[in-house]
């Protein structure tokens, strides 16, 4: 089992809609997330971080984090062309050195 | 400007030939890492380092060193490149605190060992 999984995509939506992006994680005592924006060719961008269950919401984005479900997913609301990239989950496992383990990402095209 | 800084951008290499990539931070960052990704296989690390003198291996070490002398640098060291490194690495770093551990990516560096 990864321990970091993301569905590879493409994710394709209309312009205007809302994407949503899925991440679920192995190691239950993790503790913080992220999620990363990288377009094709750049480095990843930090987007959103949530340490907490529930909803953090950063203009037209929203991370969810349930813990009891091990999962965290990214809403982006209002999708534009822009938009279109891979999205890279990542979460701060227990570890000793509590590494930061990335997902292979989900690559997110929003259609005009 | 804030920023992390890797040199060079891109490399094309011969197998076995010494190489050294920079990576300086202006952010007085205490975390650095480095990670190659490939496709299909996502960000892997390679070495991390908590602070200066202090590193310790990552994912994927094997056939890379580090050192870390200073705060601002985190050079990554491939003393004899094989085919198999031949990848996109990025350095990153993060700052102390509550906000730790969200990193501050390099814009990469393209290398090519033949």
């Known amino acids: 089992q990864k321990e970091v999984e993301q569905n590879s995509g493409p994710l394709s939506v209309p312009e205007g809609a809302i994407a949503s992006l899925n991440c679920t994680y192995s190691?239950?005592?993790?503790?913080?997330f992220f999620w990363y924006r990288q377009y094709s060719g750049k480095s990843p961008e930090l987007i959103m971080s949530i340490y907490s269950n529930g909803d953090k919401e950063d203009g037209r984005f929203t991370a969810q984090l349930n813990k009891a479900s091990q999962y965290v997913s990214l809403l982006i609301r209002d999708s534009q062309p822009s938009d279109s990239a891979t999205y890279l989950c990542?979460?701060?496992?227990?570890?000793?050195?509590?590494?930061?383990?990335f997902g292979t990402g989900t690559k997110l095209q929003v259609i005009p | 400007e804030a920023q992390v800084t890797q040199n060079p951008r891109y490399l094309i290499t011969v197998t076995g030939k010494k190489l050294t990539v920079t990576c300086s931070q202006n952010?007085?960052?205490?975390?650095m890492s480095w990670y190659r990704q490939d496709p299909g296989l996502g960000l892997r690390q390679i070495y991390y380092s908590m602070n200066v003198e202090v590193t310790d291996k990552g994912d994927v070490p094997e056939g890379y060193k580090v050192s870390r002398k200073e705060k601002r640098n985190f050079p990554l060291i491939l003393e004899s490149p094989s085919p198999n490194q031949t990848s996109l690495y990025f350095c990153a770093s993060s700052p102390p605190g509550a906000t730790s551990y969200e990193q501050y990516f390099g814009p990469g560096t393209r290398l090519t060992v033949t």
């Open positions: 952010m007085n960052h205490e975390y």
């Open positions: 190691d239950r005592g993790s503790q913080s």
């Open positions: 990542a979460v701060r496992g227990s570890g000793g050195y509590q590494k930061v383990t």
